[in-house]
């Protein structure tokens, strides 16, 4: 302090703004600090005016003098302890595993004390529950570690959480606490038999279907998994993704445990279109439901099921699925598979109650079509407009199905749509009562030549067609503008309907070169 200093400022390149000192504008200067500009040396010369550098200069004051808004700290140093241990590592089992197979178990352990440790007791607990202990023995000086092992065990499926912890190092209490306790967890693959029920009232593996679906998700499977529901009602909404180690050798199956497909119900209520499912298969794929009721009781959106973003191989056997309530919104449907090729899924034998559609099931357009689809031996009722809608199918095998018990004036019972290579649509019962009028079995631009493959024919056959009501002008089967079709031992009868109402009504186009073929069918009615 007190003393008077000298600097330039210099370039190496370019040039320095600058203005002419007026003697006002020469000094700049705080509390600390005075800087006056005086005549520059070099290129001006000693001779020429002040010169003002058009910048800023930064500076910090050194020594005690130097300001600060630190709070002042004071810092107690007591040496290193003379006990301290910890469980550092989780040695086995690693981070995944399979089930079902005698693992070791075995944790690493560090000194942290400066003197050596000679004896420390290790304690572990699996998802909760305490397990064992062991006493260690040996000489481990400061930084050093060991591992103790534990007998082998065998683990269930799923995500597991381990605690691990030291006690009494060298038998003393250790008074360091944040270094003794491990957290980790590690996943075993799932393999086997699983339950789902209520636990606080019995001895089941998960409490509900999403705490199944987590360990599925989190842990995969190196097996087939099959899930026992006890009976109940679970209030919930599931989504499945896709389950690591999933093929068509290593299955999922969801199912009852009694058998009876009206023991367990699955339901959910939706709100909007973000919600709109009670169960959603998304990319999932070789995927078991079957003996269980799933329903939806939203009251403007109902979808039961939905499948997604190429969800495949999945089968529906022998579940009711019912639409409780939002039977008259075109957001409700018992299944709905719309857009994502969602190839070669299974449903069979199911009961399909309600719906604006009982059954969607659409591709994406005339050049990219779904395969393989099966819907067999499905009873279907109490739909609000259409019983089965298929939409650019490839290869499609609807049969065996009964379709029955419209609920508006006017609806369609099997309605299909751009279906191409071997469809087979066999052995179906369709029986509609509108007040107005109804298309019970209507085949539209099936084969249709602009988009038709070339695997094979289409197939109508042995079908039961009925229409038993209506002032409209009914349609038993309307075949419109299809090519390669056999239509064969086809039963079709119109009850009833207006003028125009015809048991048979076939259109279709030129360019349709193969044609439809008709045989040993019975078209009939009394209107």
Same mark, same amino acid.
């Given at each position: 302090?007190?003393?008077?200093?000298?600097?330039?400022?210099?370039?190496?390149?370019?040039?320095?703004?600058?203005?002419?000192g007026?003697?006002?504008?020469?000094?700049?200067?705080?509390?600390?600090?005075?800087i006056?500009?005086?005549k520059?040396?070099?290129?001006?010369?000693?001779?020429?005016?002040?010169?003002?550098?058009?910048?800023?200069?930064?500076?910090?004051?050194?020594?005690?003098?130097?300001?600060?808004?630190?709070?002042?700290?004071?810092v107690?140093?007591?040496?290193?302890?003379?006990?301290?241990?910890?469980?550092?590592?989780?040695?086995?089992?690693?981070?995944?595993?399979?089930?079902?197979?005698?693992?070791?178990?075995?944790?690493?352990?560090?000194?942290?004390?400066?003197?050596?440790?000679?004896?420390?007791k290790?304690?572990?607990?699996?998802?909760?529950?305490?397990?064992?202990?062991?006493?260690?023995?040996?000489?481990?000086?400061?930084?050093?570690?060991?591992?103790?092992?534990?007998?082998?065990?065998?683990?269930?499926?799923?995500?597991?959480?381990?605690?691990?912890?030291?006690?009494?190092?060298?038998?003393?209490?250790?008074?360091?606490?944040?270094?003794?306790?491990?957290?980790?967890?590690?996943?075993?693959?799932?393999?086997?038999?699983?339950?789902?029920?209520?636990?606080?009232?019995?001895?089941?593996?998960?409490?509900?279907?999403?705490?199944?679906?987590?360990?599925?998700?989190?842990?995969?499977?190196?097996?087939?998994?099959?899930?026992?529901?006890?009976?109940?009602?679970?209030?919930?909404?599931?989504?499945?993704?896709?389950?690591?180690?999933?093929?068509m050798?290593?299955?999922?199956?969801?199912?009852?445990?009694?058998?009876?497909?009206?023991?367990?119900?699955?339901?959910?209520?939706?709100?909007?279109?973000?919600d709109?499912?009670?169960?959603?298969?998304?990319?999932?794929?070789?995927?078991?439901?079957?003996?269980?009721?799933?329903?939806?009781?939203?009251?403007?959106?109902?979808?039961?099921?939905?499948?997604?973003?190429?969800?495949?191989?999945?089968?529906?056997?022998?579940?009711?699925?019912?639409?409780?309530?939002?039977?008259?919104?075109?957001?409700?449907?018992?299944?709905?598979?719309?857009?994502?090729?969602?190839?070669?899924?299974?449903?069979?034998?199911?009961?399909?109650?309600?719906?604006?559609?009982?059954?969607?099931?659409?591709g994406?357009?005339?050049?990219?079509?779904?395969?393989?689809?099966?819907?067999?031996?499905?009873?279907?009722?109490?739909?609000?407009? $259409? *019983?089965?809608?298929? =939409? !650019?199918? &490839?290869? /499609?095998?609807?049969?065996? +199905?009964?379709? @029955?018990?419209? %609920?508006?004036t006017?609806?369609?019972?099997?309605?299909?749509?751009?279906?191409?290579?071997?469809?087979?649509?066999?052995?179906?019962?369709?029986?509609?009562?509108?007040?107005?009028?109804?298309?019970?079995?209507?085949?539209?631009?099936?084969?249709?030549?602009?988009?038709?493959?070339?695997?094979?024919?289409?197939l109508?056959?042995?079908?039961?067609?009925?229409?038993?009501?209506?002032?409209?002008?009914? $349609? *038993?089967?309307?075949? =419109? !503008?299809? &090519?390669? /079709?056999?239509?064969?031992? +086809?039963?079709? @009868?119109?009850? %009833?309907?207006?003028?125009?109402?015809?048991?048979?009504?076939?259109?279709?186009t030129?360019?349709?070169?193969?044609?439809?073929?008709?045989?040993?069918?019975?078209?009939?009615g009394?209107?």
């Amino acid at each position: 302090a007190g003393q008077t200093y000298g600097f330039a400022v210099t370039y190496v390149s370019g040039s320095i703004r600058y203005t002419n000192g007026t003697g006002a504008n020469q000094i700049y200067q705080d509390d600390n600090m005075k800087i006056e500009c005086g005549k520059g040396g070099s290129y001006w010369g000693f001779t020429i005016n002040p010169r003002v550098w058009n910048g800023s200069i930064f500076y910090s004051k050194l020594g005690g003098a130097c300001e600060s808004d630190r709070v002042p700290l004071t810092v107690n140093i007591s040496g290193f302890p003379t006990e301290d241990a910890g469980v550092t590592q989780m040695v086995d089992p690693g981070p995944t595993m399979p089930s079902g197979v005698n693992t070791p178990v075995s944790f690493e352990f560090t000194n942290y004390s400066y003197t050596p440790m000679t004896s420390v007791k290790v304690h572990w607990e699996l998802d909760g529950v305490y397990q064992d202990s062991i006493l260690w023995t040996g000489t481990l000086n400061n930084g050093e570690v060991d591992t103790v092992s534990f007998p082998s065990m065998s683990f269930i499926g799923g995500v597991h959480s381990v605690k691990a912890w030291t006690a009494l190092p060298n038998t003393y209490n250790d008074t360091i606490n944040i270094n003794d306790t491990l957290k980790t967890s590690f996943r075993s693959c799932m393999n086997g038999l699983f339950t789902i029920g209520d636990t606080a009232t019995g001895s089941f593996d998960y409490p509900s279907f999403n705490a199944a679906v987590y360990d599925l998700e989190n842990a995969g499977i190196c097996g087939s998994v099959v899930f026992e529901v006890d009976s109940g009602t679970y209030l919930e909404q599931v989504t499945i993704t896709e389950i690591p180690g999933v093929d068509m050798n290593n299955t999922i199956t969801f199912r009852s445990a009694t058998g009876d497909s009206t023991d367990v119900v699955l339901q959910y209520s939706a709100t909007g279109t973000a919600d709109n499912w009670t169960l959603l298969l998304d990319s999932a794929d070789y995927i078991t439901f079957e003996k269980m009721t799933i329903q939806s009781l939203g009251a403007s959106y109902g979808r039961v099921v939905e499948v997604r973003n190429g969800a495949m191989y999945n089968t529906f056997r022998n579940n009711v699925i019912d639409v409780v309530t939002a039977t008259t919104s075109s957001n409700a449907s018992g299944f709905y598979d719309y857009t994502t090729l969602n190839h070669y899924n299974t449903y069979e034998s199911n009961l399909i109650y309600g719906g604006y559609y009982a059954m969607y099931i659409y591709g994406q357009n005339t050049s990219s079509w779904e395969k393989g689809t099966i819907i067999k031996n499905n009873e279907i009722a109490r739909f609000q407009l $259409y *019983g089965l809608f298929l =939409y !650019y199918q &490839d290869s /499609v095998q609807a049969t065996g +199905n009964y379709i @029955h018990g419209l %609920t508006n004036t006017y609806g369609y019972g099997f309605y299909t749509y751009y279906c191409f290579n071997k469809f087979n649509f066999s052995k179906n019962t369709v029986v509609l009562n509108p007040t107005n009028y109804a298309y019970a079995f209507r085949v539209y631009y099936c084969n249709y030549y602009l988009y038709k493959g070339s695997s094979g024919p289409g197939l109508v056959s042995n079908n039961m067609i009925s229409i038993t009501s209506g002032t409209g002008t009914n $349609y *038993g089967m309307y075949a =419109y !503008y299809s &090519d390669d /079709v056999d239509y064969l031992y +086809n039963t079709v @009868h119109c009850e %009833t309907g207006g003028t125009s109402t015809r048991s048979l009504y076939q259109y279709n186009t030129t360019s349709n070169t193969v044609g439809q073929r008709f045989q040993n069918n019975i078209f009939g009615g009394n209107s």
